[in-house]
């Protein structure tokens, strides 16, 4: 499942410092882990967001990301919306370009509700690991669309 949509940004020019969105997907554990955009109410998933910096100034950067996963109902009828994971606090350790970043965020029933889904992932740089005390470097990225339907019996 690609990126819908992603920015980054910084405080710096872009070869000093810059950042970028590689990744967001859905991943299935109840399917052998396969990336997907059709869930079940009833199942856990997953959501691995990919990230990175680059720039001259990777080396000196500090602090935390303060992640978090939204939902969005896209149909009128979904029920999970607003926060379904996270905060996340992720700790910097400055090194070389490109200094690199995954998080997988678990969803698990009962959040998991009928409907379709825009899923936002938020990125804040945070120079304490406060999520009150935020900088200005911060990202997102937009799922496509998800699908979450009560639980069928499969056929083979």
Not at 33 to 45: H, I, Y
Not at 114 to 139: C, E, F, Q, R
Request: proline share 7%; no cysteine.
């Amino acid at each position: 499942m690609p990126l819908q949509s992603s920015s980054f940004q910084t405080a710096v020019t872009a070869d000093i410092l810059d950042g970028q969105v590689t990744a967001m997907d859905v991943f299935d554990p109840t399917e052998y882990n396969e990336k997907t955009s059709l869930l079940e109410a009833d199942d856990v998933f997953d959501v691995q967001l990919a990230w990175k910096l680059t720039g001259t100034a990777t080396p000196d950067v500090r602090g935390s990301w303060v992640v978090s996963l939204y939902s969005e109902a896209m149909d009128g009828i979904g029920m999970m919306t607003g926060l379904i994971a996270g905060p996340v606090i992720v700790r910097i350790t400055g090194d070389v370009s490109p200094l690199t970043f995954r998080l997988t965020f678990r969803v698990a029933p009962p959040k998991p509700q009928v409907g379709l889904y825009k899923l936002t992932a938020t990125i804040s740089h945070s120079p304490t690991g406060d999520p009150a005390n935020l900088s200005k470097m911060s990202g997102h990225a937009e799922s496509t669309p998800v699908t979450i339907q009560k639980s069928e019996v499969e056929s083979n």
